[in-house]
Each structure stands twice: as C-alpha cells, then as structure tokens.
C-alpha cells in the first residue's frame, strides 16, 4: 500500500476502533479520547474517508471500522419524532449534551451520515475496483 500523509493520519484512528466506535474531539497525541463525549459529525466524516482510502488504495483493511461505526450512528439516528426537523436526523454528539452541536440535530452530520450509507452499499455491491457513481461525493 502507496503510504500518503493523510492515510498515515488516519490508520491509528482505524485500528483503535472498538465494537461501540467512540470517535472522539479532540484526540490526544497519542491518540486516545481527550473528552467524554463522541463527534457523530466525524464518525460519519471518517467512514466515508475509510471507504474512499480502501477504494483509492485498494486495500480492505480500511473497511474494517466501518460497518460498526455505521451500526452506532443508526443507533443514536432518531426515527420516532413526530417533528419533521427531528426525525431521521444526526445530533452532533452523543451523549447528545457533548460539546459538538450540544442538543442540537446538524443538517450537516445527517448529510455526511446519508453519504456513508449510499458509499457503504455502492462499496458492498460493486466491490472496492468497480466505478460507482458515489465516488463523487463528498
């Protein structure tokens, strides 16, 4: 595997990864949670940055975090509110009071979670070599 700055940043991310991922903001230097608190915003960032790395480098082992990562964020998703600007949506934290968007549902972590999902099945059906149209995305 070709080693790039940005895939040496973000192995030791990938391999500390536990049953329940709990991406944390801020990490320390040596890469262990600094906070309580984990960033539903960078989990869903760093799924699809593990599944681009695996498709850029072609090298499975990025995929490995990704389907719990994936598993927790549809665990903290809300799919019950009646309110529309609730339901289906991502808070930036969880527990939800943790410092990133503290009780608050972010338009931005929904986006980067649906993002994950759509590059999660294009990777599932058509392999890591194979053109998608999800490539495109962010």
Sequence with gaps: MRRTPRA?????????SSP????????????SPAVRWSCLTGQAQMANNW?????????PKWLEPVP??????KRTQ????????????????????????AYEVLNWATKFFADA???HEAVETNGLGAASPVSVLA
């Design 68 to 73: 719990a990562v994936l598993r927790f964020l």
């Design 78 to 101: 809300n799919r019950h509110s009646t309110e529309p600007g609730v339901r289906g949506g991502i808070k930036g934290s969880w527990p939800v009071g943790g410092d990133y968007g």
């Design 51 to 59: 599944m681009r790395l695996a498709v850029i480098t072609g090298d």
């Design 8 to 16: 040496c940043t973000l192995r030791p991310v990938a391999t500390t």
């Design 20 to 31: 329940l991922p709990k991406i944390t903001c801020p990490l320390t230097s040596d890469w």
């Design 117 to 119: 999902l759509m590059r």
